[in-house]
């Protein structure tokens, strides 16, 4: 519900009373801004960035790991030079990392697409969305 509310919240805040300034989600750190105080609202223990083990020579930073439920929430914002090749090379990059993560069970990426450069959302949320071997990934496209 978060992610499917959060494009109309988004919208919301800008459309603040008498034009008082407000958070524009411009990039992936606006998106990620917003996405943490909207999951404040039902979880008490959110880590952002925390580190991932070495994979593949290399460890990465992951937006947020909530680690008594064992998810780990991934946030990307579309953008000119990242559309859908891009995005579903970085999450089946992501994808492997977080599967090695000892407290991630589920990855939940978000991808943020206002602008909806992402032709066929549907058929990426389902190319990459999989549960296998006690590890489970949801892929969420919205604009």
Not at 61 to 86: C, G, H, P, S, Y
């Amino acid at each position: 519900r978060i992610f499917d509310r959060f494009h109309q919240v988004a919208r919301q805040l800008r459309n603040r009373h008498e034009g008082r300034p407000t958070l524009d989600v411009n990039d992936e750190y606006d998106a990620q801004d917003l996405l943490h105080a909207l999951l404040r609202l039902f979880f008490d223990d959110i880590r952002p960035e925390e580190w991932t083990p070495s994979c593949a020579g290399r460890s990465a930073r992951m937006d947020f790991l909530l680690k008594d439920e064992k998810i780990v929430v991934e946030v990307k914002k579309t953008r000119d030079n990242l559309a859908e090749k891009q995005i579903g090379e970085q999450l089946i990059q992501d994808i492997a990392r977080y599967k090695a993560h000892p407290d991630c069970d589920h990855l939940v990426c978000f991808i943020y697409d206002p602008e909806e450069k992402i032709g066929n959302p549907r058929g990426l949320e389902a190319d990459l969305s999989r549960e296998e071997e006690g590890f489970k990934v949801s892929v969420y496209i919205r604009p």
